[in-house]
């Protein structure tokens, strides 16, 4: 019996796509997405040829796959359907307004769609920033920044007029809510108001260097809520909320000139020739590659020490980072000069008078 029925069933089927075309649609279809599959797959292909395949992973997964999955179903839902007339069915009416599939589709995925095609664009635009030296890069992604945001917001509002809400109605409950919200979530509030102050002004751009907390770090991101910092010492990170930075003393190295400036006092024996020290210790400096000669480094005579002659270097450096690390370098090639030149660097030294009490 159930077997019987099976065929029966088959049967009709089998009417069904021949009397109806089926079998010739779904080759039809099966060949076009066999076509847009192959360009698909060369168009990500190339795009690894310019752009590191893990940003293209990431590129793939959240914005094309959803795009061809989208583009597949619709092909599939056109054999049973009219997809024009299936968008249009009304699901609920919201506000004096009637919201069909197609509203739904488009306030969620084309605008999920649209956010991600913005992040895209605004990593396109760092990297041509990043590879480009008549640009600077802070305020560059400081403005890619407030783009992208201006974007996005560009983006609800195209979607809340799509959508045909009542302005009336829509802006009175938005009001209450925005009043409501206001007393909540108030250091939100100030958060995405100084954050907006900080890409506008630009005294704060992603590639500074700043000490907050007692700590040197780099801006990495600055978003309308907090700022991401990255601590040098161990690279780890932090989520600074944006109201700190106009509450609190903040100290940037590169503000307005990338050029940090360090010292380092050396010591030799009172034997030595303080001329011929300076001399010395001026070619050493120069040989380093990561020292500017403009601003020239310079050395001084600072102090007689109690037991050594007290000279200051004073370098300057391209960027703040690394500034140990070559001070360190420097330290090291003056100690194996000197001691190729029998300078001695000598260390404190006390004389220890012994008194014997005579008294009985």
């Known amino acids: 019996m159930g077997r019987g029925f099976s065929l029966i069933v088959l049967n009709l089927f089998h009417n069904l796509f021949i009397y109806q075309g089926w079998i010739a649609g779904i080759l039809t279809i099966a060949i076009n997405l066999l076509w847009v599959y192959l360009f698909y797959r060369i168009f990500i292909v190339s795009l690894c040829l310019f752009i590191p395949i893990d940003r293209v992973k990431e590129c793939n997964f959240y914005f094309f796959i959803p795009i061809f999955v989208l583009y597949v179903l619709r092909e599939i839902l056109s054999l049973f359907v009219d997809f024009d007339q299936l ?188 001329e011929k020290i300076i001399e010395i210790l001026l070619e050493i400096i120069y040989q380093h590659s990561e020292v500017l000669n403009d601003p020239a480094p310079l050395v001084y005579l600072i102090n007689f020490g109690e037991s050594s002659l007290d000279f200051e270097i004073t370098v300057w450096l391209e960027n703040p980072i690394g500034g140990k690390r070559i001070i360190s370098e420097l330290a090291c090639q003056i100690w194996k000069t000197f001691a190729d030149k029998n300078i001695e660097i000598p260390y404190p030294q006390r004389d220890l008078h012994i008194r014997s009490d005579i008294r009985k």
């Not at 769609?113 to 640009?135: F, R």
């Not at 920044?145 to 917001?153: A, D, G, S």
């Open 87 to 274: 968008l249009q069915v009304v699901v609920i009416n919201l506000f004096g307004s009637s919201v069909t599939i197609g509203t739904i589709l488009i306030s969620t995925v084309g605008l999920y769609l649209w956010i991600v095609a913005v992040s895209i664009l605004q990593y396109i635009l760092g990297q041509i920033t990043i590879n480009s030296k008549k640009l600077d890069s802070g305020s560059a992604q400081a403005s890619f920044i407030l783009m992208r945001y201006f974007l996005i917001t560009l983006g609800i509002v195209i979607v809340v007029g799509y959508l045909g809400f009542n302005s009336t109605t829509f802006a009175a409950i938005t009001g209450g809510l925005s009043v409501g919200i206001g007393f909540g979530l108030k250091e939100v509030f100030s958060n995405f108001v100084s954050g907006i102050f900080l890409l506008f002004e630009g005294s704060l751009r992603p590639g500074d260097i700043i000490e907050i907390g007692g700590e040197s770090s780099e801006v990495k991101k600055i978003s309308i809520r907090a700022t991401t910092v990255q601590v040098i010492r161990d690279n780890s990170e932090k989520i600074i909320p944006n109201q700190l930075f106009f509450t609190q003393e903040l100290k940037t190295m590169t503000g307005s000139d990338r050029r940090v400036r360090k010292s380092l006092i050396v010591g030799v024996s009172y034997d030595c020739d303080p």
